[in-house]
Nanobody, 119 residues
Framework: QLQLEDSGGGLVQPGGSLTLSCAAS????????MRWFRQVPGKERELVAA????????KFADSVKGRFTISRDNAKNTVYLQMNSLKPEDTAVYYC????????????WGQGTQVTVSS
């Protein structure tokens, strides 16, 4: 059974840093693209960062380019989101997503971890 466990959220001051982790199990981690989304109340979930099955294929939302880094460790079945220079507008619940569009199809979500950027 696919499981994704998000962790690492918390309260941080503007300009600070946090690293989120997502531990995966129940599927072939190395075959799935991994993505981080975030959501604030009343708004749609937005894609923040993505990494393909190979770590050299990454993309980022314009709002986080140059500040966030996504990486994966296929030996540990874990994906990370390093967030630097955090801003109040980065406050959201962050969700990990695993996705594979070819068979076997994978589409799973973590439970979310709250990130609050405030002084």
């Amino acid at each position: 059974q696919l499981q994704l466990e998000d962790s690492g959220g918390g309260l941080v001051q503007p300009g600070g840093s946090l690293t989120l982790s997502c531990a995966a199990s129940g599927f072939t981690f190395s075959s799935a693209a991994m993505r981080w989304f975030r959501q604030v109340p009343g708004k749609e979930r937005e894609l923040v960062a993505a990494v393909g099955s190979r770590s050299d294929d990454t993309k980022f939302a314009d709002s986080v380019k140059g500040r966030f880094t996504i990486s994966r460790d296929n030996a540990k079945n874990t994906v990370y989101l390093q967030m630097n220079s955090l801003k109040p507008e980065d406050t959201a619940v962050y969700y990990c997503n695993a996705r594979r569009t070819s068979a076997p199809v994978i589409d799973g979500w973590g439970q979310g971890t709250q990130v609050t950027v405030s002084s």
